[in-house]
């Protein structure tokens, strides 16, 4: 079998500073990600767990770890990471952003949120049972960061699927997420001067612009509930779960 890469890699310039992914198919006929690097080519499964492999047998690391913590819990035993389980949560949480900034460039916006949400969940199981503080705020640092992409997900396959409303309101979802993340690093009042925060922002301008959208129906909710106008807030509630439906 040739396994020498070098025509993929002359066929497909690679260019700095862009995230250039495809998908392709593979010899089985099963489609996978290609993403182009500076030193060649990363291949991505679409499913499961970006290296194609089931870690102790299970779909993912994270749901290793969740095993072993919760077998830890029914016992009554602490359960923290060792080195080894660092070192492979660390491998995975790389393999998931990879993946994640590979549908965000092929506009695949569910796919997005999905591995968007199971890094979020990760860090959180991280989170309880961190070795030490210093690990904790090594993850921790990014978790603005999946937010943001999740957010810019969640926002763009709404105005997908035609609700420029729900759209925005993702949008404000997220930066309330963000707004505590801001909160934890007791950041807040420099918030509105992060560029991600800001993009996020002009994405909100641009819709509310372009669908002429004063106030969305959860935005009116919310001032209706502020005002004590409990009938307007149900009749509000009635539109959205029309809506939903």
């Known amino acids: 079998m040739n396994q020498d890469i070098d025509l993929v890699l002359r066929d497909w310039d690679y260019k700095p500073g862009v995230v250039q992914a495809r998908i392709v198919e593979a010899h089985d006929r099963r489609q996978v990600i290609q ?29 290793y770890l969740e095993d072993r913590a919760r077998a830890a819990q029914k016992l009554g035993q602490p359960f923290v990471l060792d080195e080894e389980q660092s070192q492979e949560a660390d491998q995975e949480f790389l393999q998931f952003y990879h993946r994640r900034v ?20 990760f860090m959180d199981l991280v989170k309880r049972h961190s070795p030490g503080d210093e690990y904790t705020q090594a993850h921790e640092q990014y978790r603005g960061f999946v937010l943001f992409h999740r957010t810019q997900a969640a926002s763009a396959l709404a105005v997908e699927k035609d609700n420029p409303e729900q759209a925005i309101d993702e949008l404000r979802d997220g930066l309330e997420r963000l707004k505590a993340f801001f909160i934890d690093f007791g950041l807040e009042e420099q918030m509105e001067e992060d560029p991600m925060v800001q993009h996020l922002r002009r994405i909100e301008t641009t819709l509310r612009e372009q669908y002429a959208i004063g106030a969305t129906l959860h935005e009116q909710l919310e001032q209706a509930i502020a005002a004590e106008d409990y009938e307007r807030a149900a009749q509000l509630r009635d539109a959205l779960k029309k809506r939903e439906r």
Not at 35 to 63: A, F, S
Not at 102 to 121: E, K
């Open 35 to 63: 993403m182009r690097l500076d030193l060649g080519v990363l291949q991505l499964e679409i499913d499961g767990r970006p290296d194609g492999t089931r870690p102790k047998g299970h779909e993912t690391y994270y749901h």
């Open 102 to 121: 590979c549908w965000l460039a092929l506009r695949q916006y569910a796919q997005a949120i999905r591995d968007a949400d199971h890094t979020l969940t």
